[in-house]
């Protein structure tokens, strides 16, 4: 079905000299254990393509086109297998891996590698040089797409399936990495990793136009850069002119000997006009070049580390991700498949407004009302002055651990002490939890984190003590509380844990309006000095 609809959004120009294969269907490749995978191509324009693996033998005739696919019954794990692909002439895939495939997705914490960042916008992992020697993983594969943008969804990427060693983890995605790694040492199945990441980026340039455009909040800001990429044509030939203009009169000054002439609007968009048809951050750029073409085969799910870039629109957030997975999931045409998630981690050195990153937190643990979703969160192993926490390998731990019990239906336990309810007991708190796992512990001398509030929504530090699975927490300066707060600032300092060692979740028992920077994002930016975002 979903390679139906890339043949009719797309015409692909038919190969001349036999078959040729995507980049997806190469040496090392993992396929999804389970269900029909697609296998797929383009060829001259009728010839018949014969697709031999295992015991199956299908064939297909190339359309006009030059397209063709034929599709193989589900699979078992297993490996390494050949593939071979015959028409006027045979291609041999290698070292095929029949497993379990994930994509991990999102902006600079996914796409922040295990070693030396060629980027520069982070630090290594913690112990990266013994981590990148001890990546030995014969089963374990990595697939990282090239960053690209597209304004219409399309039918291929660009990248390679290598083996996870030495030689290849340290360009690969950290969390992606470790989570993998992690998952095929509990689950002992061959992994497939797919990193499609840019940092930076934002929600809706991952979810599909028709998704927001569906939306009555998300409409306007599809709008608003639709008619931005129509008008830049003319911008860009308005804007050439007046190069022009600002060089004849500049010449024409130099030689006179008068003033410089100053350049209109800002110097240093001479060189730099902004191009908003190659913006990563256009709605469903990233959508249509980076995800799009994998909906052609099946995944076991996704693994999602985004939200930092959507932080001015805090509460927008919450609506934005739920239209993301509803359609990741409507696309793929696979069910609900486990979508799992990373709350942001703490971070303090932002020079924006308090608040906002809590919001974000809230906003993305209401995703957890979808099926098959699972959260886990990075809040204790931020880093004040850096974006990019180094403990990736704690990152990928949890969210393995989530795989394991969403997708796999082991009993572990993933999840953290998870707020249930309040209440008031002779001016205290005494604030009760799901998932403690074993109890409740702190990690350091004294409880921290806890706020309470009375009726004047005040919220002030809290002393509190665990008593059982409840924690009780009061303040000298609110006699009467009646909300709690636990984690709730952008970079908090907190340490209530299970005795599983997962950290509790931040929560808010109230409801009160939190001011955040915008609520909701309805107009394409103006261009930006230097052209980029």
């Known amino acids: ?41 383009i060829a001259d324009a009728s ?56 994509v991990c997705a999102g902006q600079s914490n996914m796409e922040m590698p295990v070693g030396i960042n060629p980027l520069g916008y982070s630090d290594p992992v913690d112990n990266y040089e013994q981590e990148i020697a001890q990546a030995n993983y014969p089963m374990l594969r990595l697939f990282n797409i090239k960053k690209t943008v597209a304004g219409k969804p399309q039918r291929e990427v660009q990248g390679q399936w290598v083996v996870a060693s030495p030689a290849t983890v340290g360009s690969f995605s950290a969390a992606g990495y470790f989570f993998g790694r992690d998952l095929h040492q509990a689950m002992k199945f061959p992994v497939g990793m797919i990193q499609a990441a840019w940092g930076g980026t934002e929600a809706e340039a991952w979810t599909s136009e028709d998704a927001l455009e569906a939306n009555p909040d998300f409409k306007p800001l599809a709008d608003s850069w639709r008619q931005r990429v129509a008008d830049f044509p003319h911008a860009l030939e308005q804007y050439q002119k007046n190069v022009q203009e600002w060089e004849k009169d500049a010449e024409e000054a130099e030689a006179s000997g008068k003033a ?78 486990p979508f799992l998630f990373v709350q942001l981690a703490a971070f303090g050195a932002r020079g924006k407004s308090a608040n906002t990153w809590p919001v974000v937190r809230e906003s993305q643990e209401k995703a957890l009302a979808l099926p098959n979703t699972g959260m886990v969160t990075a809040v204790d192993i931020g ?35 998870t707020f249930k309810s309040l209440r008031k007991d002779n001016g205290a708190l005494r604030i009760s939890f799901t998932h403690v796992a074993g109890g409740l512990v702190v990690r350091g001398p004294s409880l921290m984190g806890f706020e309470v509030a009375g009726e004047d929504q005040k919220f002030f530090p809290a002393q509190g003590r665990i008593a059982g699975s409840e924690v009780v927490v ?42 955040t920077q915008g ?14 975002r």
């Open 47 to 102: 010839e018949q393509v014969t697709v031999s693996f295992e015991e199956q033998k299908l064939s297909a005739t190339a359309d006009a086109d030059g397209q063709w696919k034929v599709e193989l019954a589900p699979l078992k794990q297993g490996g390494p297998y050949e593939m071979t692909v015959a028409g006027k002439n045979t291609l041999t895939i290698h070292n095929v891996l029949v497993g379990e495939v994930w």
């Open 260 to 337: 410089a002439v100053p350049w209109p609007d800002a110097p240093n968009w001479k060189s730099h006009f902004w191009d908003p048809r190659s913006e990563s951050n256009r709605p469903a750029a990233l959508w249509n070049a980076m995800i799009a073409p994998l909906t052609a085969n099946p995944i076991a799910g996704v693994i999602w580390y985004q939200g930092e870039s959507n932080d001015r629109y805090a509460y927008e957030y919450r609506d934005l991700f739920i239209t993301l997975i509803r359609q990741w999931r409507s696309s793929w045409g696979e069910g609900d498949f």
């Open 383 to 417: 880093d004040t002055v850096h974006a990019h926490p180094r403990n990736k390998q704690e990152v990928g731990r949890r969210l393995a651990l989530a795989a394991e019990s969403i997708a796999y239906g082991r009993k572990v336990e993933y999840r953290g002490p």
């Open 474 to 515: 009061s303040s000298s300066q609110v006699p009467n509380p009646v909300a709690g707060r636990y984690a709730w600032a952008d970079d908090p300092k907190c340490n209530l844990y299970s005795k599983v060692g997962l950290p509790a979740l931040p929560f808010r028992s109230d409801d009160w309006t939190v001011p």
């Open 519 to 532: 609520e909701i994002h309805k107009e394409a930016p103006n261009p930006p000095p230097g052209g980029s």
């Open 1 to 41: 079905m979903v390679f139906a609809i890339f043949s009719a959004l797309l015409v692909v120009v038919p190969a001349r000299g036999g078959v040729k294969l995507p980049a997806l269907i190469s040496d090392n490749m993992v396929l999804q254990q389970g269900r029909k995978v697609t296998i797929w191509g």
